[in-house]
């Protein structure tokens, strides 16, 4: 399985925080599945951290070496992910969850996600 975590999933498998459902932990854990994360759930964790909106136990740099040891592929906004992006229903008016529905479309990707607000999308959602 594809599957794309939404930026709280990341950031609950990295700190084990028991807010993420055993299924998002299991198939994340899988390693016969292939994990993805969006370069813009990097930049907004980044910049919430920066601004004190986010606090983590460690240094972000932490976060970066857990994701490369983890084997979670980055995910970079391409093109057509923007194009994609621009047809978009205003549903969801963060931005950052915006590119991360967009990719998840365009890369036909499962999107791990408690976001109520994705389903009103075609994706596939799972949590």
């Known amino acids: 399985m594809y599957v794309l975590l939404d930026t709280h999933a990341l950031l609950w498998f ?4 028991a807010q993420l ?47 490369k040891r983890n084997q979670i592929s980055i995910i970079p906004i391409e093109l057509d992910h ?6 978009l229903p205003l549903i969801h008016r963060d931005p950052f969850d915006r ?5 998840g479309m365009t890369e036909k990707l499962t999107v791990i996600s408690k976001d109520s607000i994705f389903k009103d999308y075609d994706l596939t959602i799972i949590w």
């Not at 930049?43 to 070496?65: A, C, Q, R, S």
């Open 14 to 17: 990295y700190s084990g925080d």
């Open 21 to 67: 459902s055993s299924t998002s932990k299991n198939l994340i854990k899988d390693t016969s599945n292939n994990c993805y994360v969006s370069i813009a759930s990097i930049w907004e964790v980044t910049i919430k951290y920066n601004i004190g909106k986010l606090e983590l136990e460690n240094p972000l740099t932490d976060l970066f070496e857990f994701i």
């Open 82 to 87: 923007l194009i994609v992006l621009s047809t």
């Open 99 to 103: 590119i991360i529905i967009a990719q």
